[in-house]
T-cell receptor, first 114, second 111 residues
Framework: IAGITQAPTSQILAAGRRMTLRCTQDMRHNAMYWYRQDLGLGLRLIHYSNTAGTTGKGEVPDGYSVSRANTDDFPLTLASAVPSQTSVYFC?????????????FGPGTRLTVL | GQSLEQPSEVTAVEGAIVQINCTYQTSGFYGLSWYQQHDGGAPTFLSYNGLDGLEETGRFSSFLSRSDSYGYLLLQELQMKDSASYFCAVRANQAGTALIFGKGTTLSVSS
């Protein structure tokens, strides 16, 4: 692995189902993020984690949960999917310890909730 | 809270110079970043301004005026491959580096 990976690449999901989007990075970055991107709305922050063991809510956290059990993984869970959660989901990571503001993004997961 | 305003679309021709403006409202300010995203792809980092002034990286430059809550991204010697969406972003809070993004500016470069 080189960088940040997401799985699945795309998914069609029935409303009401539970879904976990996976995100893994091998850069040993302390901080990780989840964003959703919808046409005309740009990227919106869902949840973030500044370091393993801690998480925080972003702009649009409702309906989503995250965990950060270790440095490398930051899964995003939709407990009961709804059609409004149809979106492209991007995971990102950064090394904030040195003051860098550069975030590295994964390739995204395209989720459709029917 | 935070909000950012940038134009939705900009068009230009190859070889030209284009400026994408960004104004922001934040409860606390910890720097302005710019990201590029080609259609359907992952956003990639372009630049960061923590202090007033101009930052130059090759054909791209970024400017910040904290007193005016304003910044811009300047793209010179435009190429077809510069056709993409460009997002300005500010940090969500002091505690970390999570970002709040503008809605993006779609740049179309024609020959």
């Amino acid at each position: 692995i080189a960088g940040i990976t997401q799985a699945p690449t795309s998914q069609i999901l029935a409303a009401g189902r539970r879904m976990t989007l996976r995100c893994t990075q091998d850069m040993r970055h302390n901080a990780m993020y989840w964003y959703r991107q919808d046409l005309g709305l740009g990227l919106r922050l869902i949840h973030y984690s500044n370091t393993a063991g801690t998480t925080g809510k972003g702009e649009v956290p409702d309906g989503y949960s995250v965990s950060r059990a270790n440095t490398d993984d930051f899964p995003l869970t939709l407990a009961s999917a709804v059609p409004s959660q149809t979106s492209v989901y991007f995971c990102a990571s950064s090394d904030s310890s040195g003051g860098s503001n550069e975030q590295f993004f994964g390739p995204g997961t395209r989720l459709t909730v029917l | 809270g935070q909000s950012l305003e940038q134009p939705s679309e900009v068009t230009a021709v190859e070889g030209a110079i284009v400026q994408i403006n960004c104004t922001y409202q934040t409860s606390g300010f910890y720097g302005l970043s710019w990201y590029q995203q080609h259609d359907g792809g992952a956003p990639t980092f372009l630049s960061y301004n923590g202090l007033d002034g101009l930052e130059e990286t090759g054909r791209f430059s970024s400017f910040l005026s904290r007193s005016d809550s304003y910044g811009y991204l300047l793209l010179q010697e435009l190429q077809m491959k510069d056709s993409a969406s460009y997002f300005c972003a500010v940090r969500a809070n002091q505690a970390g580096t999570a970002l709040i993004f503008g809605k993006g500016t779609t740049l179309s470069v024609s020959s």
